[in-house]
C-alpha cells in the first residue's frame, strides 16, 4: 500500500477503509485495530498478542514474577520455613521501609535521572523528629508533620538546582547524600543515638496494626476493599470507553482478572493471618502505591511526567511546564524518603546514625529498577517499587534462613540488578526494531 494512502471513512470501532491512492479503481481495504482482533478471537488472540508484544519488547512485569516464582521455589526447597506464615509476614513487614523510598524513586526514574540523596534523606527525618519529640518535647503529629514538610522541601531544593540552574541530578542529589548525613551526624551528636518513645507514628509505623484485636477480620476487609476497587475501576473505564467508541476489554475479561487479583489477596490475607495480621506498615505502603498509581495513570500530573520523560523537546513544544514537573518530582521523592524514614524509626524506635545509611540507597533503586522501571525514563509503574522489593525482601530473608553471610546478600542482589537492567535494554532495542520506542 502507498504511504500516499488515505482514509475515506473510519467507524466508533476503530475500523478504517483506506483505498490506495495510485490506484482510484482498486476495491477499498479494511484495516482493523489489533486491539478488536484480540477481541473477537478469543483466548487465541490474547495469546497472538501476548506473543506480539514479547517480540517487540514489551514484556511488562513478567521477568520479574517469573523471577520471583524461580527464587521462592528455591528457597522453599532449601528451607521448608521460607513459605511459613511467620516468614511471609516478616517480608511483607521489612519491605515497607524501603518501599517508600522506591516510590519516590519510580518519580524521578521515570524522567530518566536518578536521586542518590533517598536514603540521606531518610535518616535525616527520623533524627528531626526525634529531635523535635525528645530533645523539644513537641507534639509527635506536629513533629510527623514538620518532619514530611521538610522532606518535600529538601527534595524540591534539588529539584529546583536540577531544572533552574542546570546541575545534573546526579551531582546534585550526591552531593545532597553527604550533606544531608552530615547534617544528621550533627544532630545527634555524641551519643550517636537517640531513642524515641513507643507512641503516635512510632507505634503506628511499627509492627501494630489499625484492626487491634480483629486482625485477622482486618486482612480479609482489606483483600475485599482491593478486589471491590478493581473491580468497579474497571467497570467505569470500560463504560467510559465503549461510550467513546474505543475498545474496551470484555466483562468476561475483567471477571478473570478481578477474580485472580481475588485468589492472591484472600490467599494472601489467610497467610498473613495466620502470624500477626496486616500491620499498619504494610496498610500505608499498599494505599501509597494504589494512590500514586492513580495519579500516574488517571491525572494530567502523571501523564505530564511520562510525556518529560519520553522527551523533553517534545513535551515542552506540547506547553508543559517541564522545570515545574521536574522540581515537583524530585519534591515527592523527598517526601517519600522522609515517610521511608518514619518507617525505619517505627521498626527501630530510635534515630541511629546508621539511619538510612548502608545499603539502603542501593536497595530502594535496585527495587525500582527490578520491578521493571526504566533507567532511560518514560516507561514503567508504581507497582514496581512492590515487585522489586519483594524480589529483594526476598533474598534477604532466604538467606538469612541459611545463614548465609551478607557480602552472599550483596553478590546476589547486585546479580539480580544487572540481570532487570540487561532486560530492560534488551527490551528498548527490540521495541525500536519493532518501531515502538
Given at each position: 500500500m ?13 475500523q ?9 479503481t482498486?476495491?477499498?481495504v479494511?484495516?482493523?485495530?489489533p486491539?478488536?482482533?484480540v477481541r ?13 508484544k514479547?517480540?517487540?519488547g514489551e ?5 520479574v ?6 527464587i ?13 506464615a511467620?516468614n ?13 523510598l522506591?516510590?519516590g524513586?519510580?518519580?524521578v526514574l521515570?524522567?530518566g ?8 534523606v ?29 522532606g ?28 544531608w548525613?552530615?547534617l544528621m551526624?550533627?544532630?545527634?551528636g555524641?551519643?550517636g ?9 512510632v ?24 478486589v471491590?476497587?478493581m473491580?468497579f ?9 465503549r461510550?467513546?467508541?474505543?475498545p474496551f ?17 484472600f ?10 495480621g496486616?500491620?499498619n ?13 492513580f ?13 518529560v ?12 511546564n517541564?522545570p ?5 518530582v524530585?519534591?515527592l ?10 518507617f525505619?524509626?517505627?521498626q ?12 539502603t ?22 507497582w514496581?517499587?512492590?515487585?522489586g522489593?519483594?524480589v ?11 545463614n ?16 532487570a537492567?540487561v ?5 528498548r532495542k ?8
Amino acid at each position: 500500500m502507498s504511504d500516499t494512502s488515505k482514509t475515506v471513512k473510519k467507524d466508533p470501532e476503530l475500523q478504517e477503509t483506506v483505498a490506495p491512492s495510485d490506484d482510484p479503481t482498486a476495491a477499498p481495504v479494511s484495516i482493523v485495530d489489533p486491539r478488536l482482533l484480540v477481541r473477537e478471537e478469543g483466548l487465541k488472540g490474547y495469546w497472538t498478542e501476548f506473543k506480539r508484544k514479547v517480540k517487540g519488547g514489551e514484556i511488562g512485569s513478567l521477568p520479574v514474577v517469573l523471577g520471583l516464582i524461580v527464587i521462592w521455589t528455591i528457597f522453599q526447597l532449601q528451607n521448608d520455613r521460607f513459605l511459613s506464615a511467620d516468614n511471609l509476614s516478616n517480608i511483607s513487614y521489612y519491605m515497607s521501609a524501603t518501599g517508600m523510598l522506591a516510590i519516590g524513586l519510580v518519580f524521578v526514574l521515570l524522567l530518566g535521572e536518578i536521586d542518590l540523596s533517598v536514603g540521606s534523606v531518610s535518616g535525616l527525618a527520623s533524627t528531626l523528629f526525634a529531635v523535635y519529640v525528645v530533645n523539644h518535647g513537641w507534639n509527635v503529629w506536629l513533629a510527623l508533620s514538620l518532619t514530611l514538610v521538610i522532606g518535600a522541601l529538601i527534595g524540591a531544593l534539588q529539584g529546583w538546582f536540577f531544572a533552574k540552574i542546570g546541575v545534573p541530578a546526579f551531582v546534585v542529589t550526591l552531593a545532597g547524600f553527604l550533606g544531608w548525613n552530615g547534617l544528621m551526624l550533627w544532630l545527634l551528636g555524641a551519643s550517636g543515638t537517640i531513642n524515641i518513645p513507643d507512641e503516635g507514628p512510632v507505634h503506628l509505623f511499627g509492627q501494630s496494626s489499625f484492626f487491634m484485636d480483629q486482625a485477622v477480620i482486618g486482612a480479609y476487609l482489606l483483600a475485599g476493599l482491593g478486589v471491590a476497587s478493581m473491580l468497579f475501576g474497571s467497570l467505569i473505564e470500560q463504560r467510559r470507553r465503549r461510550a467513546a467508541g474505543v475498545p474496551f476489554r470484555p466483562t468476561s475479561e475483567i471477571a478473570l482478572r478481578v477474580g485472580l487479583l481475588a485468589v492472591a489477596a484472600f490467599v494472601s490475607a489467610y497467610v498473613l493471618n495466620q502470624s500477626a495480621g496486616v500491620t499498619n506498615s504494610l496498610v500505608i505502603f499498599l494505599a501509597a502505591l494504589v494512590i500514586v498509581d492513580f495519579v500516574l495513570r488517571r491525572t494530567p500530573y502523571g501523564r505530564k511526567v511520562f510525556a518529560v520523560g519520553g522527551g523533553i523537546e517534545a513535551a515542552r513544544r506540547a506547553g508543559i511546564n517541564v522545570p515545574m514537573i521536574r522540581i515537583t518530582v524530585f519534591a515527592l521523592s523527598g517526601f517519600f524518603a522522609a515517610v521511608g524514614g518514619m518507617f525505619f524509626a517505627g521498626q527501630t524506635q530510635s534515630a541511629t546514625l546508621n539511619a538510612g545509611g548502608g545499603n539502603t540507597l542501593m536497595l530502594a533503586i535496585a527495587a525500582a529498577v527490578i520491578g521493571g522501571t526504566s533507567l532511560f525514563g518514560g516507561r514503567g509503574t508504581v507497582w514496581s517499587a512492590l515487585l522489586g522489593m519483594l524480589v529483594i525482601q526476598s533474598i534477604q530473608t532466604g538467606l538469612d534462613l541459611l545463614n548465609m553471610n551478607t557480602s552472599i546478600q550483596y553478590m546476589i542482589t547486585g546479580a539480580v540488578l544487572l540481570g532487570a537492567v540487561v532486560i530492560d535494554s534488551v527490551s528498548r532495542k527490540s521495541q525500536k526494531a519493532a518501531g515502538r520506542a
